[in-house]
């Protein structure tokens, strides 16, 4: 089993946290969801954002994010 667990920002108390029992349905749903908060984030600046901000705010996604394997 896995879960990923995806908060807002660094000081979220209630994250999103998703179970999946398969590596791929996890990872598939993480990319996903990084993808939209960085198409929303895109879509709602008030300025051009380049291709090297776009790689920070992934990165920044990335790092609010965690998914790890749970032993049953």
Do not use: C, G
Request: no cysteine; charged share 35%; proline share 3%.
């Amino acid at each position: 089993m896995y879960i990923v667990t995806y908060a807002i920002d660094s000081l979220d108390p209630n994250p999103i946290v998703q179970t999946f029992d398969e590596f791929w349905e996890a990872e598939d749903f993480l990319h996903e969801e990084v993808e939209l908060r960085v198409s929303w984030i895109v879509e709602h600046s008030a300025y051009s954002i380049t291709e090297s901000e776009l790689d920070d705010i992934r990165e920044i996604e990335y790092s609010l994010a965690k998914l790890e394997k749970v032993e049953e």
